[in-house]
T-cell receptor, first 115, second 115 residues
Framework: DQQVKQNSPSLSVQEGRISILNCDYTNSMFDYFLWYKKYPAEGPTFLISISSIKDKNEDGRFTVFLNKSAKHLSLHIVPSQPGDSAVYFCAASALRIQGAQKLVFGQGTRLTINP | GAVVSQHPSRVICKSGTSVKIECRSLDFQATTMFWYRQFPKQSLMLMATSNEGSKATYEQGVEKDKFLINHASLTLSTLTVTSAHPEDSSFYIC???????????FGSGTRLTVV
């Protein structure tokens, strides 16, 4: 049962334009969401997170939007830069639940920024 | 920021031998440690969760006698792959979390190849 889904395995964007990565989840108990960037043979690097009490969080070029009713979140990167090319993972956690801190990851989306 | 040091970064071992992977939190107390494995072009799959001083909780389908996890101190957790076989070849990643802190810090990963 895939509780966190990233339905686009890959995305190609022109440098300078906006990259939008999408993520859907099924577990209504999830209350904390994170986006990670990952290169091959390296650990994930944290990008940005959002709590379920918010619908938007912004950090520099990165903005995460959360739509709880649709169980959907998205990561916007603007402007996109060649160094943003990587695999992006969406992850979710149910922090309110005792002993349920584990992160559940989506399948990842490979983002390629074209010069 | 928080740093988790994971060693070794890559290891090749013979089938039937055991391999130990270490993760150390360098500037914070890792009250909870998570161990993941990632197969090529797939998501990060949680193997087990361990709290300092307690036995690890394994995810369904993960053999606890094969993947031994020790979290004896607040700064060190180890994963030992016992009697390794070629199908255990994978990328193993640890993640640490400090109590009352929402962040999850990942190690750099270990590429295990069993020949």
């Amino acid at each position: 049962d895939q509780q966190v889904k990233q339905n686009s395995p890959s995305l190609s964007v022109q440098e300078g334009r906006i990259s939008i990565l999408n993520c859907d989840y099924t577990n209504s108990m999830f209350d904390y969401f994170l986006w990670y960037k990952k290169y091959p043979a390296e650990g994930p690097t944290f990008l940005i997170s959002i709590s379920s009490i918010k619908d938007k969080n912004e950090d520099g070029r990165f903005t995460v939007f959360l739509n709880k009713s649709a169980k959907h979140l998205s990561l916007h990167i603007v402007p996109s830069q060649p160094g943003d090319s990587a695999v992006y993972f969406c992850a979710a956690s149910a922090l309110r639940i005792q002993g349920a801190q584990k992160l559940v990851f989506g399948q990842g989306t490979r983002l390629t920024i074209n010069p | 920021g928080a740093v988790v040091s994971q060693h070794p970064s890559r290891v090749i071992c013979k089938s039937g031998t055991s391999v130990k992977i270490e993760c150390r939190s360098l500037d914070f107390q890792a009250t909870t440690m998570f161990w993941y494995r990632q197969f090529p072009k797939q998501s990060l799959m949680l193997m087990a969760t361990s709290n300092e001083g307690s036995k690890a909780t394994y995810e369904q389908g993960v053999e606890k006698d094969k993947f031994l996890i020790n979290h004896a101190s607040l700064t060190l957790s180890t994963l030992t792959v016992t009697s390794a076989h070629p199908e255990d070849s994978s990328f193993y990643i640890c993640s640490a979390r400090e109590r009352f802190n929402y962040g999850y810090t990942f190690g750099s990963g270990t590429r295990l190849t069993v020949v």
